[in-house]
């Protein structure tokens, strides 16, 4: 058998898990660094997705706790998709990928982790990303931690503002 280390998944698996929706309880605590919320919004705000499906994986939210997107109002939708453009412009910058995933899981049965609250994924994809660890081992490798891609974003996003 072979072994893959992740020492620094133990603070994960040991932490104090957050009651309730992590994107109605993080943006009030006001702790954005700890809970990696890169910028905010009126109606919507930025926040780095703890479970990367690759490096700079973000994850855009309303603030107001809805499944729907089509439930979103016009100033909500509109702040989003601006969102979305800011996180493009700033993964361009800091991570230089070669391209960009975007997409939006709503209900579980389309593949959502968190169904109750919608929200934008934007993941940064670069040529040759897909390996044999994936596919072999049904292991993702992120080559960076979440705290050191934070530091290269979060001074882009504020002066993307």
């Known amino acids: 058998m072979e072994r893959l280390w992740a020492p620094w998944r133990l603070e994960y ?23 990696r919320i890169l910028c905010r919004g009126k109606h919507a705000f930025v926040i780095m997705n703890a479970f990367p499906y690759s490096n700079g994986h973000l994850l855009i939210a309303p603030y107001r706790h809805t499944p729907d997107l089509a439930e979103l109002t016009d100033e909500e939708s509109l702040e989003v998709m601006q969102l979305v453009q800011r996180c493009i412009r700033a993964l361009g910058e800091a991570l230089r990928p070669d391209g960009i995933n975007i997409g939006v899981n709503q209900g579980t049965a389309a593949g959502a982790g968190i169904a109750e609250h919608v929200h934008v994924h934007i993941v940064p994809r670069w040529n040759g990303d ?6 072999f081992a049904d292991v993702k490798v992120i080559p960076e931690a979440l705290e050191a891609t934070y530091d290269k974003l979060k ?3 504020d002066r993307l503002q």
Do not use: H, L, W
């Open 13 to 35: 698996i040991t932490a104090e898990k957050a009651e309730g929706c992590i994107f109605c309880v993080f943006p009030a605590r006001q702790q954005d660094r700890d809970d």
């Open 130 to 135: 897909t390996n044999f660890m994936p596919v």
């Open 155 to 157: 001074p882009i996003f």
